[in-house]
């Protein structure tokens, strides 16, 4: 019935995976300093994969699916699933999301968050802060017996308050003996309705937020999503453990405790 995902024995187990999402989470605290104008996308992958390997972590992303890179780098009007390359190079006004899987022993940890190349126009600062408070509005909704779908429920009705679009396409995941796992934590949905949550489950939430339209295309590439009206887009990711009244988030950014 339940899986596998649900199923933690004990506090060591806990422990563990507490200190392990920390690491993942590290990995995009280390790329901050390097995000400035002229680096390659390319370049700041490599520098992210050095970094996970030092610490023997691996990235989850590279042969997912065939997925040729380490971690996703998605630029202005990119969705998700940006491949780094070499002749991708960061220019000031730009806004950047880094997205980060790691798998240590066979278990996945999965965050991203937003940063500004040098200067940040107003609108898209406001993009960025507002596309924050979504997941913050989203991870309010977690807690034992609370049902999934109000996550998105309520992450959407504040962000078509202010008029943005929410992309549908792309969900939140459970996450855990595999990259993504059912029930995926959908992005527009009903209020009070679908599962429940349950103490232990492990899963993310990633509203990816656009100033337009809703809407997404595929590039000729198959991975690279980008909004059907090239507006820009932003998004925050992160993996969480319920626990037995409310949350615990396995990923913090040092963003985080500022
Ligand atoms: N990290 C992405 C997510 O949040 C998935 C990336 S799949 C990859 O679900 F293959 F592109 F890495
Ligand atoms: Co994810
Ligand atoms: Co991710």
């Known amino acids: 019935m339940w899986k596998r995902s649900i199923i933690i024995k004990n506090q060591k187990q806990i422990d563990w995976i507490r200190k392990s999402g920390y690491l993942a989470a590290k990995t995009l605290d280390y790329i901050e300093d390097f995000i400035k104008p002229w680096i390659s996308t390319l370049e700041l992958d490599n520098l992210m994969n050095d970094f996970i390997l030092k610490n023997w972590w691996k990235s989850a992303c590279i042969g997912y ?6 971690t996703c780098i998605s630029i202005n009007e990119v969705v998700c699933h940006g491949i780094p390359s070499k002749s991708q190079i960061l220019k000031k006004w730009d806004i950047v999301n880094i997205d980060v899987t790691t798998i240590v022993n066979g278990y996945f940890w999965d965050t991203s968050r937003m940063y500004s190349v040098w200067e940040i126009s107003e609108e898209n600062q406001k993009l960025i802060d507002d596309t924050l408070e979504a997941l913050k509005i989203g991870m309010k909704q977690v807690r034992p017996w ?58 993310t939430i990633e509203p990816m937020i656009n100033m337009g339209t809703h809407k997404t295309k595929l590039m000729p590439d198959d991975w690279t999503v980008k909004t059907l009206d090239n507006k820009n887009t932003a998004q925050f990711e992160h993996t969480l453990l319920v626990t037995k009244d409310w949350y615990e988030i396995l990923t913090p950014w040092h963003r985080d405790k500022k």
């Open 65 to 70: 699916m065939w997925y040729p890179k380490y």
């Open 146 to 203: 609370n049902y999934f779908w109000n996550i998105w429920y309520e992450i959407n009705k504040f962000a078509r308050e202010k008029w943005y679009g929410v992309v549908r396409e792309y969900t939140g995941h459970w996450t855990w003996v595999e990259f993504h796992e059912e029930p995926y934590v959908f992005h527009v949905a009903p209020k009070n309705s679908g599962n429940v949550m349950r103490e232990w489950m492990i899963f």
